[in-house]
């Protein structure tokens, strides 16, 4: 598994606050990482062992962060993921060597070292290994899952809360964790109407509870239809005079009258001036009995009740409560008050009628009259009294409600939540049930991951032998140092671990430096082929390897790790040597600039701000260091350009006096070697190459006589007094005189510098 990139390093000593640019920061398979001292190469390496170990390692700084992403695109961090790589990643750092050698002891740690009669457990410490990549593979998928899932559900439960609390504006006062233990209650949910969610709607809307009311009265009925009957049905005596029967309205007149007289005691009749005799005043006193007094009087009687009671239905309905006066059950209110509205001018109809009947009465107090047809109450339609009951109820229903205000809005909050959560009921508990299976899995998954590694490690375990092991850092460091007078042996008596000898003895003093680095090298290189391990599978990290070395054992143990880890799955090399990162960059460099790359040149770039703060970023390595492999050949480079030039469009023209100076003072000490200087050394190639052109060994004569003596500051601080033409002709003769010596040189040098 290749690690692809650093997505981020944060908080880790000069990696504060570093990210790769879009399109840059990709490793390969080889990856050089060349940096001055400080500037974080072994802070990296410190990241790379924690994905050795699967843990973080402990010199790392606290609270530091990275991410690193793989080729498989899965992510590894701090906190996450550690051991997807372990055991397929192997760090050479100072960490390393520290934490395996015990110098004054002169001893190191053992190593898990393969055997040709351990195949069989090697086979199946491979085959577990891949069982465990394998493993891993799908624990991550799990987990990702897993992790995915509960996002999911997590989405959904933060925006139901929310959607919920805004029905009932509750802001944040609703939130997951609550809907999660409303759900948890298991209680049945209601499904609630639209008009039921509006009255809920209603009462949770009331800032105040609503005024009580009254209850509803109806108009007091007295017996009044049983006396209108019998009054309208009334009439006089049967032996009234004939003409009284002819015109009834004038019995009352006659009666009052007939009173009059009798009371003033008159004789004769003031209106028509006859005699008043017995008979007469016998005859009038059968026609205007003490009945008609009575029907009269009741007549007038019903007839300010009957006015009085089509007002007071009037004034009722005029004063039902309106239903935004309710608590509650507005609607069945407004329903009830209509039908007993309906009602009511059906009774104050009859009460009309009932009212002209009277009136005739009063006017006809013997006369017979006809009963209006009675209100009556069709068999499906309730009663003026039925009805008042029931709008009796729901005002006895509002004013218990009015009386429970706070408690029925907080049922009124309950019913409504209620209703919302069985409306997303069923996807919470999709959402749930596809969590707790992902959880599952990701546990099972885990599970097996674990018990692998356990494997692994047992089968480790069983393939312990230090004798095939020091034999193999023997042969190491034999190569490396070119001689064989240092060696490790298998630590005597427990055989744990190995002891350094010099010439076959314990160490006496201290070893060097260099053969210290010598001997740890080489005891890393041979914990790669341990435990079962391949190269081929391995993440290698190299640090410093070459630390305290002089130019030949560097070139020794650059060789030694070029053969011993180009078969390595990938290769991380960092350095602060320039002489290794050139060696290491002449390996890489024609990879690098392949069509489809296999390896990558990095340079950390440490910058400190005005503050005093150090940072670096991971850059690609600057073309000097990547392009050249020596100061002479970028000079000849320029060179070369200049000699192909216009002259005046050359943008390094001042600088190619002293840079062609510089490249034939180089030149001829390898081809005229000897003490002489410059100016000899052309002489002699005068005398001695006559076949070469003069002019031209005249035009270098005047670039060493110029650029070789400066007679005054001027000479110093200005520009070569040679003209445009004179440079050029220089570079060309430069060029002429190189191939004229050494053709085969020139060739590879315009080579190099194409």
Partial sequence: ???????????????????????????????????????????????????EQGVLVSDLPDGGEFEILLEDAATISHGHNLDRLKGRVAVFNEDFVEANFRWREGSAKPVFYLGTEQAGLAETLQKTQTEREAALKERDKSVSEQTAATNRFATFKRDTARNIAEQFGLGRGYVATQLDRDFARGVRLANLPEDEQAALRAVL?????????????????????????????????????????????????????????RDHDLAACLFCGNDLSKERLAALDAALDDRMGKISAEAEGLLDLARTQRENWLSLIGALPSENDLAEDAAQFRNAAAVLGAEAERLRGWLAEAIAQLEEKVRHPSRRLALPPPPGTADDRPTAGEIVASLNRIIAKHNEAVNQ???????????????????????????????????????????LAEALAAREGELRGKLLQHGPAAEAINALVKAYLRHGNIEVIVAEGTGEGFQIRRDGRGIVGVLSEGEKTAIALCYFLSTLAAEGRRIADLVVVIDDPVSSLDTKALNYAFALLKSHLSGAKQLFLLTHNLHFMQECRKWLAKMSRAEVPTAGLFFIDL???????????????????????????????????????????????????????????????????????????????????????????????????????AESLDDLVAFSSMTIEESRDASQALIALMQEMDEPHLLRLQQLCA
């Fill in 405 to 447: 205000f706070s408690s029925r809005k907080e049922q009124a909050f309950l019913r409504l939540k209620d209703h919302y959560l069985q409306l997303a009921e069923e996807r919470y508990r999709g959402f749930e049930r596809a969590q707790r299976d992902k959880t599952a899995a990701a546990e099972k998954a885990s599970q």
């Fill in 1 to 51: 598994m290749h690690i692809k990139r650093l997505n981020s390093l944060r908080k880790l000593a000069v990696f504060d606050a570093y990210a790769p640019a879009a399109g840059e920061g990709n490793f390969y398979r080889f990856n050089l990482v060349y940096g001055f001292n400080g500037c974080g190469k072994t802070t990296l390496s410190r990241i790379f062992a924690s994905l």
């Fill in 607 to 709: 910058k400190q701000d005005a503050a005093g703060k150090r940072s670096s970023r991971i850059e690609p390595l600057p073309k000097l260091l990547r392009d050249y492999e020596s100061e002479y050949h970028y000079l000849f480079q320029h060179v070369k350009r200049l000699a192909e030039s216009e002259g005046l469009a050359y943008d390094h023209l001042y600088l190619m006096p002293n840079a062609m100076r510089k490249v034939l003072d180089i030149f001829l000490a390898f081809k005229v070697p000897g003490p002489d200087g410059l100016k000899s050394k052309l002489d002699t190639l005068v005398r001695t190459r006559p076949d070469f052109d003069a002019n031209r060994l005249m035009a270098l004569d005047r670039l060493v006589q110029l650029e070789s003596h």
């Fill in 205 to 261: 809307a009331q800032v105040q509870p609503k005024p009580p009311i009254a209850a509803i009265e109806l108009p007091a009925r007295d017996g009044f239809e049983d006396r209108l009957t019998a009054c309208l049905d009334a009439s006089v005596s049967a032996g009234a005079l004939a003409d009284f029967a002819v015109h009834q309205e004038m019995l009352r007149w006659a009666k009052e009258g007939l009173d009059y007289h």
